[in-house]
């Protein structure tokens, strides 16, 4: 199970224990970041280290666990109240509150709330990778003019390779399979959609939905067995025929622009 980062907000000191013992006996999965005694401690934790989830309670001299939420959605935390007064309850939901635990904690109550936690923490965490994936993505669209590189994942890290040495690509399922002109393949788990976006147009095109070529790259194309294109490397791809129209207007400008 995927580990979340908390913090405990409690001006009292056993209820900051009675807690804590309990999420180290019944909830492996939390890993408390701090203890603070105060919102103003707490705001102090949530600048310190990233946190995902607060168990927060609601009474406390000062601010009062209210005065948190400001700062916790800056910081993206989830928040759980706790608190031994009833009373707050409809106000704790109306604040947005992952959920509501009522002193003294339940150990079932709470293995259910932190399991809630889990589903939510998860979520967010993959809407903000994919988000990461389109800016990403975005900012190679906005440089693909000048771009002449592109960084395709290895496992271990990233291949930098130059446009000018991809022959062809592949679709392989949900993966691209690059074939570079040092006879190297490389295989990505992306889509071809995702790289026919990013290329430069006026050297790639889709020529099927399981192929994109580099125009550098045609040696000829021929009608023999249906529309196909050989490569330089001796490949020998078929055109689609909802994409043959586009294929041969895009060979025209590209060998006038080759003429120019």
């Known amino acids: 199970m995927e580990t979340i980062k908390a ?3 409690d001006d009292e000191e056993f209820a900051r224990s009675s807690l804590y013992f309990l999420l180290q006996e019944n909830c ?3 890993q408390i970041e701090g203890i603070a005694k105060s919102v103003a401690e707490a705001r102090l934790l949530f600048d310190q ?3 995902d989830l607060v168990f927060l309670d609601i009474a406390m001299p000062g601010e009062n666990g209210f005065e ?3 700062a916790a959605q800056l910081h993206g935390v989830h928040v759980v109240f706790t608190t031994a007064f009833d009373q707050y309850a409809l106000r704790a939901i109306k604040a947005n509150a992952l959920d509501y635990l009522l002193k003294p ?8 709330t932190v399991e809630k936690a889990s ?3 998860h979520l967010d965490k993959q809407r903000a990778g994919q988000q ?3 800016i990403s993505l975005r900012q190679e669209l906005t440089d693909r003019k000048t771009q002449k590189k592109l960084s395709l994942p290895n496992g271990q890290g990233y291949t930098m390779v130059d446009f000018s040495s991809i022959i062809h690509i592949e679709a392989d399922s949900n993966y691209s399979i690059f074939n570079l002109s040092s006879k190297e393949k490389i295989t990505v788990s992306k889509s071809l959609k ?4 990013i290329l430069p147009e006026d050297q790639f095109i889709r020529i099927h939905k399981s192929s994109i070529i580099n125009l550098n790259y045609l040696v000829e194309y021929n009608s023999r067995n249906g529309l196909e294109v050989i490569l330089k490397d001796g490949s020998k791809i078929a055109v689609s025929r909802r994409r043959a129209s586009d294929f041969l207007d895009r060979i025209k400008n590209f060998t006038a622009n080759k003429h120019e």
Do not use: G, M, R, W
Not at 194 to 197: G, H, K
């Open 49 to 51: 280290s990233p946190v």
């Open 68 to 70: 948190l939420i400001t």
């Open 194 to 197: 995702e790289y026919e976006d």
């Open 105 to 112: 904690i339940d150990i079932d109550e709470l293995k259910e």
């Open 28 to 30: 492996p999965n939390i």
């Open 119 to 121: 589903k939510y923490i």
């Open 132 to 134: 990461d994936n389109l």
């Open 7 to 9: 913090i405990i907000v």
